[in-house]
């Protein structure tokens, strides 16, 4: 029915000396009925004052679309839905390149692989990149 929720949260130091703090869910719920829902959305409160949601996806799954699409509906029930996101794609070492990028143009995702740090950098930028346009937004 779902993933175990084990949130933590780490210091993270992006390029140009920029320090931000992830709060990581570890898992997600999958089919979680509307009763349980709301037990789990104290422990997901804190994700309303998020600059940006980054959705993690195992690249290799084949219920890749079907996890996507669960994340979003239980994101859009919880009123979560409007914060900015960032689809990320885990794990790209392990699906042939021609279907990474058809799945990465599809969903816009950033591919990376957790065991090649030299696909970090782009994640990094990313992240960095929507954080100083949500600030300068703000600003306006």
Do not use: C
């Not at 210091?11 to 709301?38: H, Q």
């Not at 699409?69 to 042939?96: C, T, W, Y």
Request: charged content about 30%; cysteine-free; aromatic content about 4%.
């Amino acid at each position: 029915m779902f993933a175990t929720l084990d949130p933590t949260s780490r210091r993270l130091r992006l390029p140009r000396d920029r320090e931000i703090i992830i709060n990581d869910t570890v898992g997600f719920i999958r089919d979680l009925p509307k009763d349980l829902l709301a037990a789990f959305k104290a422990t997901l409160e804190e994700m309303e004052e998020s600059d940006l949601l980054i959705h993690l996806v195992d690249a290799s799954s084949p219920q890749l679309e079907n996890q996507i699409a669960s994340v979003n509906r239980i994101l859009g029930e919880l009123q979560l839905d409007g914060l900015p996101r960032l689809l990320v794609f885990n794990k790209m070492d392990l699906v042939e390149p021609e279907e990474l990028e058809n799945r990465r143009r599809i969903y816009n995702a950033i591919p990376i692989s957790a065991i090649d740090r030299s696909t970090l950098g782009t994640l990094a930028d990313e992240i960095s990149q929507r954080l100083v346009a949500d600030k300068a937004t703000e600003v306006e």
